[in-house]
């Protein structure tokens, strides 16, 4: 059963919705006045109505929401977090009885300056809420809020929208190193202002539902997740992935893709579709096989809908997920890429070898020839997923022993690459 959040000042109304999954509920920013009479902000929560804000001064709290306080006591003062403080009942204290209030200046919370309160939602949910608490004379505000309705625990700030700047507004993504959180909220254009996604911070964020956002999308540090089932998971503006980041994931980006760090197709084993996609100079493409799926084949794909550049030195990493990897049978062929528009002739390197087309590599247990423009696809190329157009691919071929008596197969200018 659903439940609502509902923020009102009577002129104003912000309602949430609590969906099934294990998400992280983001409200984007609201600047929703707190009144300076003491009617408040009313909060409606599972059908249940009350009224914790007064004039910017006392907060109150009852069984369907439980500040996070300096003890458990109704009247202990609410506390002021700091950005990056986990909330649940391990280590904070919520008010263990209900219709107490506080007030909040010359306690925890400076007036006209933002602070981040914690809560407790429904007596199973944890949240977070950035607002501006004044003496009662105007200019108090929710900022915004989320909360991540499993049950576990969240971070404070961890993900947060920006004033606008002209027409422009930005979310930031936040988890710190060994974090991770998902993002069950869509991100949309709002207020008639552009907004663009900027994943900042060393954990990770995954991208689940449709967004719509019409800027573009940086994936600055850590790794971001794109795995959403419909749409594009990251709006229609272009995609960067800078220098030591990540960009994966299952689900699809309409919007091209620019690459100075990582790009690994997949969760484990999967596909990712971008737009037209490029790769510059020292990045990096991670492909993932799983040999213990054998005799099926289990390989990752990227699909690109549009252009293929690979500029410079682009490094390719083939990691075999199988605890003991087995070799795949000779003529076994995997498909890194699928694209449907042309290709720039640039190639893979891998350590520190150029592969050029119809190289010939040993990794691993295996020994493979590379080709970029094949007209179908490997056996981890399911047939749902054709978008036609070009393949670059991998064949297993015998061992190096016996690899002469491939010519035919390997071409006359081939020869079994050896570490520099």
């Known amino acids: 059963m659903q439940s609502k959040i509902r923020y009102s000042t009577g002129i104003v109304a912000v309602a949430l919705m609590l969906p099934a999954a294990a998400d992280v509920i983001y409200s984007n920013l609201q600047n929703t006045a707190i009144p300076t009479t003491y009617t408040g902000v009313t909060v409606v929560v599972a059908g249940g109505t009350i009224n914790p804000f007064f004039g910017g001064v006392g907060v109150a709290n009852n069984d369907l929401f439980q500040p996070v306080r300096v003890g458990t006591g109704d009247l202990d003062a609410i506390r002021n977090l700091a950005v990056g403080t986990a909330i649940d009942a391990s280590s904070l204290s919520f008010s263990t009885g209900y219709g107490g209030s506080v007030s909040h200046l010359g306690s925890t919370f400076t007036a006209g300056t933002e602070g981040y309160l914690g809560f407790q939602l429904n007596g199973t949910d944890y949240g977070w809420m950035r607002v501006v608490f004044t003496n009662n004379t105007g200019g108090a505000v929710i900022k915004d809020w989320a909360y991540d309705n499993s049950g576990a625990a969240i971070v404070v700030g961890r993900v947060e929208q920006s004033a606008a700047v002209g027409s422009a507004q930005t979310v930031t993504l936040s988890p710190a190193t060994g974090e991770s959180f998902t993002l069950g909220s869509a991100i949309s254009d709002t207020g008639g202002n552009t907004n663009s996604v900027v994943k900042t911070g060393g954990g990770t964020t995954t991208l689940t539902l449709a967004n719509s956002y019409t800027g573009t999308t940086t994936v600055s540090v850590g790794k971001l997740l794109v795995n959403n089932s419909s749409g594009s998971g990251t709006g229609s503006g272009t995609v960067s992935v800078a220098s030591g980041a990540i960009l994966g994931g299952t689900g699809s980006i309409s919007g091209a ?95 520190g070898n150029e592969l050029t087309n119809n190289e010939v590599f040993t990794a691993g247990p295996n020994t493979w020839k590379i080709t970029y423009g094949d007209t179908s696809g490997g056996l981890n190329f399911a047939g749902e997923d054709a978008i036609g157009g070009s393949f670059i691919n991998l064949t297993a071929i015998p061992e190096p022993g016996s690899w002469l008596a491939l010519g035919c197969l390997i071409g006359s200018g081939a020869f079994l690459r050896r570490r520099k």
Do not use: M
Not at 323 to 345: E, V
């Open 257 to 351: 893709v620019n690459v100075l760090g990582t790009l690994a197709p997949g969760a484990s084993i999967e596909t990712l579709a971008t737009g037209a996609l490029s790769f510059g100079n020292l990045s990096t493409f991670a492909y993932e096989v799983n040999s213990s799926a054998l005799p099926a084949v289990a390989a990752d794909l990227q699909k690109v809908t549009g252009n293929l550049s690979l500029t410079g030195e682009v490094d390719l990493t083939l990691t075999d997920l199988a605890g003991s990897p087995t070799p795949f049978a000779p003529y076994t062929t995997l498909s890194l890429i699928n694209y449907t528009g042309t290709w720039n002739g640039g190639f893979f390197t891998y350590a």
